[in-house]
């Protein structure tokens, strides 16, 4: 069956809980082990003292390891992905630190891709930084070569441990080849020591692209967008191979990173209807797109529907990488700041509000939001100026989304 048909079911057995057609809330910290052999064995294999035997499972222990809500909802997200093993966290910010912990230590160096979302700029560039760990950043465009030169340039190439990507970029909608990332890493790669791809595949992700087809390790999600898609839950998920997910898991463990049953349960609701709202968002996404590319008042529209073959390599990575256009927009007003702002105040049914993925709309202003720590002089270059707003587009009717779009642009003085 296809994933879109086991959310309703798959992982949850009706019989374990009085019959139940929906998972309950297992809103409990402990679990009560039927024997001390049990208990012993239960935690001889959670510890890694000793792998498990064929057919056995990890029992139930304690809410921070293992809960019957988070392990249904790891097991239904591997199904998108095709992914061997999943972790969920109480945020995404979360689940992209606890990853960049564990597989980086003082005097490594990690490559990244800009733009990034603001929060992992931050956590890279401003945190990673004041325990020793390098970072080097290339930029939308560049080839293999040029990526790999500028590796080797620093001095530090024999300490990459980690290649960490976000396609589409946000708030840009720019693409990052996936595959040729991975030969990346491949390159810099030793037999003692394996450099990892990682993916932030949020803005497309888990239904309109899958990095681990095209070589990632990890795929990394912002579950509070897409995934959550009711702006009523905060959360984040990590998927990739048993044996990576085993190192991630263990590390979320002693950091206390496990999101909540309640989380659990909000998101295995949300899993049941994730494929018909990201397909009502990207076919409404489309149509605004269209108008926004013929509206007097705007300057410029990030969309990836707008690539064309002339645009090059981005056109042949979306070909490649991307089952949709997506559901987030960017665009210029002509103006400036003053400008942005009279279209996000004129706004009615569109929220004014950061995050992305709900139900709802949303506009925002990336230069002085999400994304006010960036460098300023790296702003400008990544085209994340003043004039810049960012429509995470619900699943409202297109027609009212363009009205209110279009009376809140006739707030913009012509010049």
């Known amino acids: 069956m296809k994933p879109e048909s086991l959310m309703m079911s798959y992982g949850y057995k009706p019989a374990l809980s009085e019959g139940a057609i929906k998972c309950p809330i297992f809103q409990t910290s402990t679990f009560v082990f039927k024997s001390a052999e049990e208990g012993k064995a239960f935690f001889e294999v959670a510890y890694g003292l000793r792998k498990q035997n064929e ?168 579950a509070t967008k897409y995934i959550g898609g009711h702006s009523d839950v905060i959360a984040g998920a990590c998927l990739g191979s048993k044996l990576l997910m085993k190192r991630v898991k263990g590390l979320r463990t002693f950091l206390g990173s496990m999101a909540s049953p309640n989380t659990g349960w909000l998101l295995l609701r949300s899993l049941e209807t994730l494929k018909v709202r990201m397909d009502a968002q990207a076919f409404n996404a489309t149509k605004i797109a269209a108008f926004l590319n013929h509206h007097p008042r705007v300057e410029k529209v990030y969309f990836l529907g707008n690539l064309t073959e002339e645009d090059g390599e981005q056109f042949k990575i979306r070909e490649r990488q991307c089952l949709t256009y997506g559901g987030m927009i960017s665009f210029d007003v002509r103006g400036t700041e003053k400008e942005a702002f009279k ?34 002089d790296l702003k400008q270059e990544l085209s994340i100026t003043e004039k810049m707003i960012r429509l995470s587009i619900g699943v409202e009717n297109y027609e009212d989304i363009i009205s209110d779009i279009n009376q809140a642009l006739d707030a913009i003085e012509v010049k």
């Open 55 to 222: 057919g056995e499972e990890l029992g139930l222990i304690y809410s921070r390891i293992n809960n019957p809500d988070l392990e249904i909802l790891e097991n239904r997200l591997t199904l998108w992905d095709e992914a061997e093993e999943c972790a969920v966290f109480e945020s995404g910010m979360s689940a992209i630190s606890t990853v960049l912990l564990e597989f980086l230590k003082p005097g490594d160096l990690i490559l990244i891709s800009s733009p990034l979302y603001g929060g992992s700029d931050h956590f890279i560039k401003k945190i990673l930084t004041k325990f020793n760990i390098n970072f080097i950043a290339f930029k939308v465009g560049q080839t293999q070569a040029e990526i790999i030169k500028l590796v080797n340039d620093s001095g530090l190439a024999e300490k990459l441990a980690l290649v960490y990507i976000e396609t589409p970029a946000n708030p840009t909608n720019d693409l990052i080849d996936i595959r040729s990332s991975k030969e990346i890493a491949q390159h810099f790669s030793t037999p003692e020591k394996e450099v990892f791809l990682a993916v932030d595949n949020t803005y497309l992700g888990p239904i309109w692209q899958h990095p681990l087809k095209h070589g990632a390790d990890f795929v990394l999600y912002s």
């Open 343 to 376: 279209f996000l105040n004129a706004l009615k049914l569109i929220k004014l509000a950061v995050s992305l993925g709900s139900t709802e709309s949303l506009a925002e202003h990336p230069a002085t939001m999400t994304h006010s720590d960036v460098d300023e």
